[in-house]
């Protein structure tokens, strides 16, 4: 059971984190359809500005309140978003509400306060983010069974689509689990965070892989190297079950796994926004998942304390 005040940071760090991560689910959903799917289109972009209220909704409320480590961590924003939403922005015409990076970039954190009307207006957010969430996911869950069935194109693949899923699933998951009061950092939900996250970056490598020109050999090669190693840990960890030591060496393994992603995140970011890396990535996915591998790497650090 958690306190008060950890479900207000615990749940104003989430929402963050996630609503953004929604936010740009919506705009790669919907750069990849063709015209004739127009209904699509229309529906991925009222998703993509309701998760920009719920946004904006939590930055509001966040400002001051989140714990500064949250804000620290390269998860919330990092020194290439704003231009990497900028130059996204201009390749494919969609208006990206860029003042709530700005907004971001000037919060502060590790306020104290937990009062009776702040966790109400908490629960609130949280019920608005559920309603949200239950949506896209439904909303991803069709076209992946369209574009099963063949009877859907989109330029993502179906991997990446069933990728975009199991994390909304995961999110949704997570603010149901606040609302219950459950401490999130048991062993048993270190490890599961952990199996999931190993899983999504081995996943992030694999579309990396596949969106490089067929020309960029070495960086194929190494994303390709990434691909393997985080499925390895993911392997070891089902197989690792209640070992304990075992564990806290997967867990050491992870972390420096998790770095290494981090920093090549980093400079295919930079490559990309520089015109130096031939790919089909838009610049806007390159720092999503960087912020995810952030993320990533806050959470095993804290997983190392425990």
Known sequence: MITDSE???????LHLFFARIMKEHSLFLETGFSRRDFNLIN???YHRRSFDALLADTIALAD???CEEVLKSGEVTTPFTLKAETVTSYYTGIPIATELT??????TGDGGKSDRALIR??????NQASELIRSIIQFKSGILSNVRFCSLFTTNYPLMIGHLLEEAKFYLSAVQKLEEKEDIYTRKGELDQEYFWNDILAEHAKFIRGMLDPTEIELMIKANDFANEFDELTDQLKQAADKMSSLR??????????NQ???????GTQGILDCKIKSIIMPL???????????YLRLLNRFQKN
């Open 7 to 13: 479900y207000i940071k615990r749940s104003l760090a």
């Open 43 to 45: 529906q991925a972009d």
């Open 64 to 66: 001051g309140v989140v």
């Open 102 to 107: 700005g907004k971001e970039a000037s919060m």
């Open 121 to 126: 207006q908490i629960r609130d957010l949280n």
């Open 249 to 258: 060496k997967i867990t050491s393994d992870s972390l420096i796994a998790a």
């Open 261 to 267: 992603m981090r920093d090549f995140n980093i400079s």
């Open 285 to 295: 996915l390159s720092d999503h998942v960087l912020r995810e591998a952030n993320h």
